[in-house]
């Protein structure tokens, strides 16, 4: 098992935690009805990638 040999002091543990935060989700916008939704994701009006995959919530 591995064992420290020092302690880590807050500030050093803080430059190790500066890149976890979390950025903003890449959106994209859909070409058929100009929606933007997340990406890898279907619009709220069924479309992917310019096709209709799905029916919209208030079909």
Do not use: C, F, I, W
Not at 32 to 44: I, K, Q, W
């Amino acid at each position: 098992m591995a064992v420290q040999q020092n302690k880590k002091s807050p500030s050093r543990r803080g430059m190790h935690r500066a890149h976890d935060h979390l950025g903003k989700p890449p959106l994209a916008v859909e070409p058929t009805t100009g929606e933007v939704h997340l990406r890898h994701h279907v619009s709220p009006s069924g479309y992917y990638r310019g096709k209709k995959v799905a029916k919209a919530r208030d079909e």
